[in-house]
């Protein structure tokens, strides 16, 4: 399996930024899949998840935000931010887990994913 991201770049406060996440070499069924960020000097943190069957998890940080949207046909994953801040600056992984998860509290630890993109940075000035 692979995850290809992509659609960082450096943006200015408030601004918007949509990142895309297609998955490849499939060999294993994909039920989760998400975004998290790691910030300079900080651990990696969850962002936001959807499941196989449309259920969306998002950190506290950003509900209201951002929107993750799933695309199962294409097995892809974006993530559209607004109202960017500067503490949103922070390389961005997708990632897809094949464990299953029924109910909340669903795939929002890193534990919970079995691969991962290779990160896409995303840069918000003041």
């Known amino acids: 399996v692979q995850l290809q991201a992509s659609g960082g770049g450096l943006v200015q406060s408030g601004d918007s930024l949509r990142l895309a996440c297609v998955l490849s070499?499939?060999?294993?069924?994909?039920?989760?899949m998400g975004w998290f960020r790691q910030a300079p000097g900080k651990d990696r943190e969850f962002v936001g998840s959807?499941?196989?069957?449309?259920?969306?998890t998002y950190a506290d940080s950003v509900k209201g935000r951002f929107t993750i949207s799933r695309d199962n046909a294409n097995d892809a994953v974006n993530l559209q931010m607004n109202s960017l801040k500067p503490e949103d600056t922070a390389v961005y992984f997708c990632?897809?887990?094949?464990?299953?998860?029924?109910?909340?509290?669903?795939?929002?630890?890193?534990?919970?994913?079995?691969?991962w993109g290779q990160g896409t940075l995303v840069t918000v000035s003041s």
């Open positions: 070499a499939r060999t294993i069924s994909v039920i989760g």
């Open positions: 990632a897809s887990s094949s464990q299953l998860c029924l109910g909340s509290g669903c795939y929002d630890d890193l534990d919970e994913f079995d691969y």
């Open positions: 959807v499941s196989n069957y449309g259920v969306r």
